[in-house]
């Protein structure tokens, strides 16, 4: 009796793997929650485009400078270890171009969110990368309700408008529980 019921569960074992084989991915056409797995964190990374050009008071849309650029190609450093596997950035080209150094080197689109919609933002994140890791450019007056919007609280009172080397790591558990890091990158 016991040899029966152990090749009974071995053969649902192999039943069970060989369909989980075939279950359908998101190349098949059939859509799936996230590529990556529900059961880790997700870890959001959140931080303000790099420096901006401001000799021309009138450019709504002004690109990097020098330094701006430096601090891209620091932001790609600080992350060297992880496996970034989303971006998103705002419309403008300055946050754009903060997140260029990381998807030249993890050969990914930057996705484009609209900047005051923190909750949209949050559930395009947790939608098509839960258990991944994602980095988020935004503004001055972005990056804290962003941090509110995946539930945790301020961890800092105001970001100055001079202010550009902030990293705040957001830890999303399964159960949409987060937790927030804050940390620096690039030239203070």
Known sequence: ???TAFKLLLALL????????NTPSATSGVAVESKWSSVRPTVVYVVRHAEKDTLDPANKDPDLTEQGMARGEALKQFLANEQVNGLFA???IRTQNTLKPLAEVHNLQVNQYKADNFNGLKE???QQFRGGTVVVAGHSNTLL???????VSRPIQKISETEYS???KLIVSPDN???VEVDYYGEK
């Open 166 to 168: 902030y990293i705040f």
């Open 90 to 92: 705002t419309k403008y």
């Open 177 to 179: 529980t987060a937790v």
């Open 145 to 151: 309700p962003i941090l509110e919007a995946f539930g």
């Open 124 to 126: 395009q994140v947790l």
């Open 14 to 21: 192999f039943i069970s793997l060989a369909a989980c084989r």
């Open 1 to 3: 009796m016991k040899n």
